[in-house]
T-cell receptor, first 115, second 113 residues
Framework: DAGVIQSPRHEVTEMGQEVTLRCKPI?????LFWYRQTMMRGLELLIY????????DSGMPEDRFSAKMPNASFSTLKIQPSEPRDSAVYFC?????????????FGPGTRLTVL | GESVGLHLPTLSVQEGDNSIINCAYS??????FIWYKQESGKGPQFIID?????DKRQGQRVTVLLNKTVKHLSLQIAATQPGDSAVYFC????????????FGSGTRLSIRP
């Protein structure tokens, strides 16, 4: 298995532009997570999906952020309009439900720089 | 790479020695705890987990200890190797919250040759 795939790996954009980050989870996994990692705040959970349905979006910073999962093999995280404070590394992770803890498998991340 | 140069506590260990990384967690209702390793340029990777009804669990070269009384978790790495250089995160979760876990702030492990 190729693992969790994220694209692009690096994104540089100007303030006010729309940014779309993409994620392909591991095939067969039924949970998908979006995280943001910054120097100041560490690793934060933004939103997660179960069977393509958003379960908890309490970590989404504000209305400029939105996430979708149109099918089991694809998810997007969109920022519109982007701001310099959105600069961070964004990780996608997926997991397969078990009765106990579900190990999350992380992608390589997308480094976003907003100028 | 895709690590962010976090300003983290750093533990410097001589190669071959044992490493002990500590973590204080916040939620006394957490059902399980996990240690993740993040190498430079990569996403976090699962190392080992422990349920709240246990106080010790061993894996390959790693041992996790849980002290619920003081809400403290530690990761012991035996015979530390250069490949162990990374940032280590503890995370906690509650079964009723499905797969949601909350990450701690992390510790950077540096290996001296």
């Amino acid at each position: 298995d190729a693992g969790v795939i994220q694209s692009p790996r690096h994104e540089v954009t100007e303030m006010g532009q729309e940014v779309t980050l993409r994620c392909k989870p591991i095939s067969g996994h039924d949970y998908l997570f979006w995280y943001r990692q910054t120097m100041m705040r560490g690793l934060e959970l933004l939103i997660y999906f179960n069977n393509n349905v958003p379960i908890d979006d309490s970590g989404m910073p504000e209305d400029r952020f939105s996430a979708k999962m149109p099918n089991a093999s694809f998810s997007t995280l969109k920022i519109q309009p982007s701001e310099p404070r959105d600069s961070a590394v964004y990780f996608c992770a997926s997991s397969l439900y078990r009765a106990s803890y579900n190990e999350q498998f992380f992608g390589p991340g997308t480094r976003l720089t907003v100028l | 790479g895709e690590s962010v140069g976090l300003h983290l506590p750093t533990l410097s260990v001589q190669e071959g020695d044992n490493s002990i990384i500590n973590c204080a967690y916040s939620n006394s209702a957490s059902d399980y705890f996990i240690w993740y390793k993040q190498e430079s340029g990569k996403g976090p990777q699962f190392i080992i987990d422990i349920r709240s009804n246990m106080d010790k669990r061993q894996g390959q070269r790693v041992t996790v200890l849980l002290n619920k009384t003081v809400k403290h978790l530690s990761l012991q790495i035996a015979a530390t190797q250069p490949g162990d250089s990374a940032v280590y995160f503890c995370a906690e979760g509650v079964y009723s919250s499905a797969s949601k876990i909350i990450f701690g702030s992390g510790t950077r492990l540096s290996i001296r040759p």
